[in-house]
T-cell receptor
């Protein structure tokens, strides 16, 4: 069975640009969460979606937004990129809201 | 005080030894606890989860939870060089918001 898939795997942007990251959950999983991991730190929670509704939001500015589609895939959008947005962006899925999280391989974003 | 604290390490153990990784958390209402393994440049991989006080064993791994002391640990028996990685402790504070520690780097020498 396919795990959580994310795209793109690597990308380079310049300050002020925007980026869209995509995620497909494990088949049957209805919950998708997004995390940001800066080098040397643990992942930090950005958003959680369940059944297409936002169920949680972390301490990130409004430049970060996300949505979940009817097929449970998800997009994370970041506008007006800053150098500090350079990180590994991780998508995780779970069967239910309180289930174990399974992470994709991540999208590594570099902002120049 | 950080919500989830781990010693950053590195924790060095010889092959075949028991590695003991520790984690403390601040939110007494936390209900579920997870250990993830992360190899350099890769994403976190779930290896154990525990909800109740006591021990939970899975192969060479044992997770231990003491809610009264707000303490979670992971024991790795018969450590192998392939176990060398960063181990992340994560605590569920509600609605799937996992709060992660900064991780403990484990080095297993042959």
């Amino acid at each position: 069975d396919a795990g959580v898939t994310q795209s793109p795997t690597h990308l380079i942007k310049t300050r002020g640009q925007h980026v869209t990251l995509r995620c497909s959950p494990i088949s049957g999983h209805k919950s998708v969460s997004w995390y940001q991991q800066v080098l040397g730190q643990g992942p930090q929670f950005i958003f959680q979606y369940y059944e297409k509704e936002e169920r949680g939001r972390g301490n990130f500015p409004d430049r970060f937004s996300a949505r979940q589609f009817p097929n449970y895939s998800s997009e994370l959008n970041v506008n007006a990129l800053l150098l500090g947005d350079s990180a590994l962006y991780l998508c995780a899925s779970s069967f239910v809201v309180t289930g174990e999280l399974f992470f994709g391989e991540g999208s590594r974003l570099t902002v120049l | 005080q950080k919500e989830v604290e781990q010693n950053s390490g590195p924790l060095s153990v010889p092959e075949g030894a028991i590695a003991s990784l520790n984690c403390t958390y601040s939110d007494r209402g936390s209900q579920s606890f997870f250990w993830y393994r992360q190899y350099s440049g890769k994403s976190p991989e779930l290896i154990m989860f525990i909800y109740s006080n006591g021990d939970k064993e899975d192969g060479r791994f044992t997770a231990q939870l003491n809610k009264a002391s707000q303490y979670v640990s992971l024991l790795i028996r018969d450590s192998q060089p392939s176990d060398s990685a960063t181990y992340l402790c994560a605590v569920n504070t509600g609605f799937q918001k996992l709060v992660f520690g900064t991780g403990t780097r484990l080095l297993v020498s042959p």
